[in-house]
């Protein structure tokens, strides 16, 4: 407990005021958090003695009635977690499965990576040169038409919509030409 004192009296006098500050607000409402949970407390109890009070049976069956429905809608609780619980364990599963291939993969880039860096006096293995776009008038009459598309002022989706593209593509092809000066290629 001592450990968090000199913390707190080696931090700026700002910082100490908004800790302090922040530890009333989670006291006050912590407090009217308990204060609520034990109105509603009272609450029930108080309506629990007035249905045995006021009902015309005699009390041994409405305990007996309230403890069926009590002991059914536990059971229901019960089956409702185990399924949720089910569901969850799939979910973390999966994910569990993905990340170990994820991991595995990244284990087997790091030990190529390590042959490589071993290997620096071996030739390096050649790199295929990037493929040519293989219709660059197409691509040039597309982009041409999504700049257009976006000087009418049409938003991204509107555009994909119109152009039958994904959203994704739009925004490179828009990306591209705010980094590029020109893409036609008349660059001096």
């Known amino acids: 407990m001592n450990l968090s004192l000199p913390l707190l009296a080696d931090a700026p006098p700002q910082n100490v005021l908004w800790i302090v500050v922040i530890l009333a607000v989670a006291a006050a ?13 009272e609450a029930n109890d108080r309506s629990t003695e007035a249905l045995l009070r006021d009902s015309p049976r005699r ?19 019960l089956l ?6 089910r569901e969850i364990n799939g979910q973390i599963d999966t994910r569990l499965r993905a990340m170990n291939l994820l991991i595995q993969e990244a284990d087997l880039k790091i030990r190529e990576l390590q042959r490589l860096q071993g290997d620096a006096a071996a030739p390096a293995p050649r790199i295929p040169a990037p493929r040519p776009e293989p219709r660059p008038q197409f691509a040039s009459e597309r982009y041409a038409k999504v700049y257009a598309l976006a000087e009418k002022g049409l938003t991204v989706v509107e555009i994909a919509r119109e152009m039958k593209l994904m ?7 828009l990306a ?13």
């Open 59 to 77: 009390p041994a069956s409405v305990g007996d009635a309230a403890h069926r429905q009590l002991q059914q809608s536990l059971t229901e609780l």
């Open 167 to 173: 959203t994704g593509e739009i925004e490179l092809i």
């Open 176 to 188: 591209l030409r705010r980094t590029a000066p020109d893409l036609r290629g008349d660059q001096p």
């Open 29 to 41: 409402i912590m407090w009217w958090s308990l204060r609520r949970i034990k109105r509603q407390k």
């Open 80 to 85: 409702q977690l185990e399924e949720m619980s």
